[in-house]
């Protein structure tokens, strides 16, 4: 029997739940066969970076394109990540391992896969950024959990990415590193601000390496 898990994905700015809920017909191997996906849509917020205008986001964003120095909305980010550790707080109290439960997220959902799974307080199986960035100063990372740092971190970045620009990514591995945190980084050539077949056909066998079975 396929070991029971958790995917959570957390869209971009502007974009919506649903509208990613196709994501999981790629996740064919049997493997996923008990997995429960959850594609929440963020709140309606004013974002600065695009003038005040209220759209679904999930923190504020100050400036596009997002670069390695772009401000960080800090505070913004940690009452972003309290509502997503109470997705995965209640996926858990219904019984699923939190060996397997695995936080994924597209550009601005990928800042805020990073900033939750390093905040919560036990190891997860993993979190998956695309196209996202370090929302945070590195005076975080004392506030990092001891277990959240063991829970392994696959990073992902389009090389010709304009929107969150591909040195945001870059900084990424350099800042987990020095948190004491495993990360994988993929750089995809030609690739811009989005996410490819390919990139969803690595996080599959990556997610499906790290499942464990409940025996």
Same mark, same amino acid.
């Given at each position: %029997?396929?070991?029971?898990?958790?995917?959570? =994905?957390? /869209?971009?700015?502007?974009?919506?739940?649903?509208?990613?809920?196709?994501?999981?017909?790629?996740?064919? *191997?049997?493997?996923?066969?008990?997995?429960?996906?959850?594609?929440?849509?963020?709140? +309606?917020?004013?974002?600065?970076?695009?003038?005040?205008?209220? %759209?679904?986001?999930?923190? !504020?964003?100050?400036?596009?394109?997002?670069?390695?120095?772009?401000?960080?909305?800090?505070?913004?980010?940690?009452?972003?990540? +309290?509502?997503?550790?109470?997705? #995965? !707080?209640? $996926? #858990?109290?219904?019984?699923?391992?939190?060996?397997?439960?695995?936080?994924?997220?597209?550009?601005?959902?990928?800042?805020?896969?990073?900033?939750?799974?390093?905040?919560?307080?036990?190891?997860?199986?993993?979190?998956?950024?695309?196209?996202? =960035?370090?929302?945070?100063?590195?005076?975080?990372?004392?506030?990092?959990?001891?277990?959240?740092?063991?829970?392994? #971190?696959?990073?992902?970045?389009?090389?010709? !990415?304009?929107?969150?620009?591909? &040195?945001?990514?870059?900084?990424?591995?350099?800042?987990?590193?020095?948190?004491?945190?495993?990360? $994988?980084?993929?750089?995809?050539?030609?690739?811009? /601000? *989005? #996410?490819?077949? $390919? $990139?969803?056909?690595?996080? &599959?066998?990556?997610?499906?390496?790290?499942? +464990?079975? *409940? *025996?």
């Amino acid at each position: %029997m396929a070991t029971r898990s958790f995917v959570l =994905w957390l /869209h971009g700015l502007g974009d919506s739940g649903p509208a990613n809920e196709p994501i999981k017909t790629l996740f064919r *191997s049997p493997e996923f066969r008990n997995t429960k996906w959850s594609f929440p849509s963020a709140p +309606q917020n004013p974002v600065t970076c695009n003038y005040g205008m209220r %759209m679904p986001s999930w923190f !504020d964003i100050h400036e596009i394109p997002v670069t390695a120095d772009s401000p960080k909305a800090e505070s913004d980010v940690l009452k972003a990540v +309290q509502n997503v550790h109470a997705m #995965i !707080d209640k $996926e #858990i109290a219904a019984g699923t391992n939190p060996n397997n439960v695995f936080v994924c997220g597209f550009s601005q959902g990928g800042a805020l896969t990073m900033a939750s799974v390093l905040l919560y307080p036990k190891k997860l199986g993993g979190g998956a950024v695309f196209s996202g =960035w370090v929302p945070f100063n590195s005076s975080m990372i004392e506030k990092f959990p001891e277990d959240a740092k063991k829970t392994p #971190i696959l990073w992902s970045h389009g090389m010709a !990415d304009r929107t969150v620009l591909f &040195e945001a990514g870059q900084a990424g591995p350099p800042f987990l590193e020095q948190a004491g945190v495993t990360c $994988e980084f993929k750089a995809y050539p030609g690739l811009g /601000h *989005s #996410i490819s077949n $390919e $990139e969803l056909q690595f996080l &599959e066998s990556w997610i499906k390496t790290r499942l +464990q079975s *409940s *025996s």
